[in-house]
């Protein structure tokens, strides 16, 4: 019979000690040690019977094609590169009531209308309920199979039954090994569940995805090395009461990480957003000052995004700089080259910054756009209907060219916007757009008649 011992493990950090300490020497984090229990293993050498391959050279290793299956979900299989490879572990993460449930049953049933045999082992809710929401979403495939366990061997054992091509755990944190006395989603939990089911996804060539929760700051709950054994990690973001929901891979093996799905939630669940531009324009109300549209770009897909500035008297000592959407401390350091290039200065006054639409705009593209709101909000005058500006912005003031700016202004004519402030070493602009080439933030807002103070002379 094999012998247990005990060890003590930080629920926060994964750090093991021999016995228990009020602080976790690995993290410094208090009454975050707990106890657990676990049978000895075989040593090693008792373990490795077989004899083990030989290293081979790189080049002498055969090449296999990992073909993506379609998930018949348009967005999805954008940000993924084509669909879900056979073999691999993904990781879906966002908060909660955004809809991941929600989105995995759809994939589920459009790849279940596909051709391939669906488990989903769903731990947070009963067989009845996931029955009761594939209904409402018109979901229901008879080739997806729902099982309420939240045991990982019984999980295992439910596909020896099935023979899933495809296996979504909903979720992470609430399935559990036996042989661990810790509690469903502790750090030990979540680490070993996760490391069985890689295991059982690379021995059976099964798609895994697995739905895990993330903590107050937005991060993924758990040890963080339930990011690094998976292979791709899909972020789902979005307000619940706003209908716009943003899918985006943080890490993806087999792919680029730098594609955006846009979907609108419903009745009816979940659809593609084709038009991205278009949904996030759709409430826009020119001829207010401090609005103006910035085209971005997500991967290779250009999007329009309306960004919205508000400089208002203050009374507090320490006047508040707000941003939503945006780079908080990108932002205060724009407040400072406009002060110090440009003359304009909000230090007394309360200034907030958003991107519409709930998308998050981080790329420095957004600079300039960023800057002529801000000048357009202290001046009180409002900016062209039709005008967009891309630039980085320098801490000279100077603005500086991004990538891609073709097919940028491509899209803001496409929307209808027929002009565009660049910088001076912009390639020319499509036929119907205008360039307003510039080469300083001062000489942008001179372009747009916001200078109306002069710069501040420095001794």
């Known amino acids: 019979m094999a012998k247990s011992r005990t060890i003590f493990r930080c629920e926060a950090c994964g750090d093991a000690s021999p016995k228990w300490t009020g602080r976790c020497p690995g993290c410094d984090q208090w009454n975050t040690i707990v106890e657990q229990r676990r049978p ?61 449930s929600t989105l995995l049953l759809q994939v ?15 731990g947070e809710e009963s067989v009845s309920q996931v029955r009761l929401r594939a209904g409402r979403l018109g979901a229901l495939a008879d080739s997806v199979f729902v ?24 979720s992470i944190q609430t399935m559990s090994d036996p042989d661990l006395s810790s509690a469903p989603g502790s750090v030990a939990q979540v680490r070993d569940c996760a490391h069985r089911l890689v295991r059982l996804a690379k021995e059976r060539s099964i798609i895994v995805i697995l739905v895990g929760h993330v903590t ?55 659809s593609s957003v084709a038009d991205a531009s278009g949904t996030f324009l759709a409430d826009r109300r020119p001829g207010i000052a401090g609005s103006v549209v910035v085209p971005t770009m997500e991967g290779r897909r250009p999007m329009l995004v309306e960004i919205q500035t508000l400089v208002s008297r203050s009374a507090l000592t320490t006047p508040r700089r707000a941003a939503q959407g945006l780079n908080a401390g990108r932002l205060g350091m724009l407040l400072a080259v406009l002060e110090q290039r440009a ?18 705009v981080t790329e420095p593209g957004a600079d300039l756009a960023v800057v002529v709101a801000l000048a357009s909000s202290l001046t009180g005058q409002p900016l062209a209907a039709d005008l967009v500006a891309c630039g980085e912005v320098g801490l000279g003031g100077e603005v500086r060219r991004v990538g891609r700016l073709e097919e940028r202004m491509a899209e803001a004519g496409r929307l209808g916007f027929r002009r565009a402030v660049v910088p001076a070493s912009a390639p020319d602009a499509p036929t119907d757009v205008e360039a307003i080439r510039i080469g300083t933030v001062q000489e942008a807002l001179q372009a747009l008649g916001l200078a109306t103070v002069r710069p501040r002379s420095r001794s």
């Open 40 to 100: 000895e293993r075989e040593p090693l050498s008792a373990r490795l019977a077989q004899v083990l391959d030989a290293p081979l050279a790189l080049s002498q290793i055969e090449v296999v094609d990992l073909d993506p299956i379609s998930t018949g979900f348009d967005e999805v299989d954008r940000v993924l590169g084509g669909g879900l490879v056979p073999g691999s572990v993904t990781l879906v993460g966002g908060e909660p009531g955004v809809g991941k």
């Open 108 to 122: 589920a049933s459009l790849m279940a209308c596909g051709g391939r045999r669906v488990l989903l082992a769903s």
């Open 147 to 170: 099982a309420s366990e939240t045991s990982i061997p019984d999980v295992e054992a439910q596909v020896d039954a099935v023979l899933p091509e495809v296996l979504v755990i909903d």
């Open 216 to 270: 107050k700051d937005g991060s993924l709950a758990g040890p963080r090395v339930l990011e690094h054994v998976v292979d791709t990690v899909l972020s789902f973001e979005g307000d619940r009461h706003h209908s716009l929901r943003l899918l985006r891979a943080i890490k993806h093996r087999f792919g680029a990480t730098n594609e955006l799905g846009v979907f609108e939630m419903s009745e009816r669940g979940l």
């Open 343 to 360: 003359g304009m200065t909000a230090a007394s006054a309360d200034v907030h910054a958003s991107a519409v639409g709930g998308v998050k």
